[in-house]
């Protein structure tokens, strides 16, 4: 008798795609027409298999065609009606805008965001934003990117992801892709906040106008002084009893016969990395040494960087035309979104990379997810015990 008989469930893979509402697929693919002309290889059926190249870190179309024609028997189980060959994958990857992706994981962000926050506890993480920007290299000169050109004359590509994440959420909130050499500052025109928040961001968004919208919509904002900025001293504050806190001073940022902004320029020392750093913004009344705190939480965005880079294949694309790119890109965010919500659901403690792994290893096991999860030994073997129990006959 096939072992798959003695399995109770479904694949975990299957699992994690039911976190997908299969009506907004089909929603958004009505929307942007995605589906138009295409008889076998659906908008979900592309979804899923880019997914399945994510999770199991495929580096080629040949790694995700054979790994899923091996797994042809349970591909049903995944909303899948057939395997699918390279050329579908390559021509789907060129033909089905990366729009689609996009309103999908925007989609999903909004459906689970009040849970990965816990809206029931509001904290001042939940007004904390952080925002700023990473580079992936790619092996051709599909986007431009920044830089000198090299010896041998070959200029690689590159693409910048643009995130703004809430403290408390740690996933993206708002994502735009562009070309690596595109300036920053543009992507900070478009954020919009709700009064009362915070938004923490590097000495690279180099924009006065959206400053003063930030500060006429009651929101405040903390920076570093860039080397470029041109500012004079128009007050002193009062030293801070911190002895970690050089000077205090308000400061009008810019040219006389430019846009100017009023801030606050905070000079700090610190004793671990024996530096001094220079913060700005536009809150006169909180604490220097709490600026300073608030400017080292962006170091949380380095580290979402850093996790999608090491959990996911960034490095190798399934394709060589810009569409192609943005839609690994926006599927790996969606894949990470699945994650995020499977390790706020278990009990167990998992650290992130493990949680991944194990994913990976058992993507396709008929098993329990989340009580694979919280004991996966234990439950792994009552799989086995059960399979090797012989059939009673009736």
């Keep these: 008798m096939n072992k798959s008989t003695f399995f109770s469930g479904q694949p975990i893979f299957t699992q994690l795609l039911k976190f997908i509402p299969k009506d907004t697929i089909l929603r958004i693919?009505?929307?942007?027409?995605?589906?138009?002309?295409?008889?076998?290889?659906?908008?979900?059926?592309?979804?899923?298999?880019?997914?399945?190249?994510i999770f199991n870190n495929c580096n080629s179309l040949r790694e995700v065609a054979t790994g899923m024609?091996?797994?042809?028997?349970?591909?049903?189980?995944?909303?899948?009606?057939?395997?699918?060959?390279?050329?579908?994958i390559s021509d789907a990857n060129t033909r089905r805008t990366e729009q689609v992706f996009c309103e999908i994981y925007n989609s999903l962000f909004k459906l689970y965001a009040p849970f990965l926050s816990d809206s029931r506890k509001q904290s001042k993480a939940s007004k904390l934003y952080i925002i700023d920007s990473t580079v992936i290299s790619l092996f051709q000169e599909v986007l431009r990117t920044s830089?000198?050109?090299?010896?041998?004359?070959?200029?690689?590509?590159?693409?910048?992801?643009?995130?703004?994440?809430?403290?408390?959420?740690d996933v993206p909130a708002m994502i735009r892709i562009t070309e690596a050499a595109a300036n920053d500052s543009q992507f900070l025109k478009e954020i919009s906040l709700p009064k009362g928040s915070i938004i923490v961001f590097d000495r690279g968004y180099r924009d006065f106008t959206t400053m003063n919208r930030f500060s006429s919509e009651g929101i405040t904002w903390v920076t570093r002084l860039n080397k470029?900025?041109?500012?004079?001293?128009?007050?002193?504050?009062?030293?801070?009893?911190?002895?970690?806190?050089?000077?205090?001073?308000?400061?009008?940022?810019g040219w006389r016969s430019?846009?100017?902004?009023?801030?606050?320029?905070?000079?700090?020392?610190?004793?671990?990395?024996?530096?001094?750093?220079?913060?700005?913004?536009?809150?006169?009344?909180?604490?220097?040494?709490?600026?300073?705190?608030?400017?080292?939480?962006?170091?949380?965005?380095e580290l979402l960087f850093k996790r999608m880079k090491q959990n996911y294949p960034l490095k190798y694309f399934l394709g060589d035309s810009e569409n192609a790119v943005k839609i690994q890109i926006w599927c790996v965010h969606i894949a990470d979104l699945l994650l995020k919500i499977v390790k706020k659901g278990t009990k167990a403690k998992w650290s992130f990379s493990n949680l991944a792994a194990m994913i990976r290893l058992h993507l396709m096991t008929y098993i329990d997810l989340f009580a694979f999860l919280n004991s996966p030994e234990k439950v792994l073997l009552l799989s086995l015990i059960h399979i090797s129990e012989p059939t009673r006959p009736y």
Excluded at 228 to 250: E, K, M, P
């Design 29 to 53: 693919a009505r929307q942007y027409n995605a589906d138009r002309y295409c008889k076998r290889f659906s908008t979900y059926e592309h979804l899923v298999t880019i997914l399945y190249s």
């Design 69 to 88: 024609l091996a797994s042809e028997k349970r591909l049903s189980h995944l909303g899948i009606r057939y395997h699918p060959r390279r050329s579908t």
């Design 147 to 169: 830089g000198k050109i090299p010896v041998n004359g070959k200029k690689k590509g590159g693409v910048k992801v643009h995130s703004l994440i809430r403290s408390d959420q």
């Design 228 to 253: 470029l900025f041109t500012y004079t001293v128009t007050q002193q504050y009062q030293r801070s009893t911190n002895a970690a806190i050089i000077s205090d001073q308000q400061i009008t940022l």
């Design 258 to 301: 430019g846009t100017q902004v009023t801030a606050r320029l905070i000079t700090y020392y610190d004793e671990v990395s024996k530096e001094k750093y220079e913060f700005l913004t536009n809150n006169h009344r909180m604490s220097a040494a709490n600026i300073a705190l608030l400017y080292r939480k962006r170091w949380q965005i």
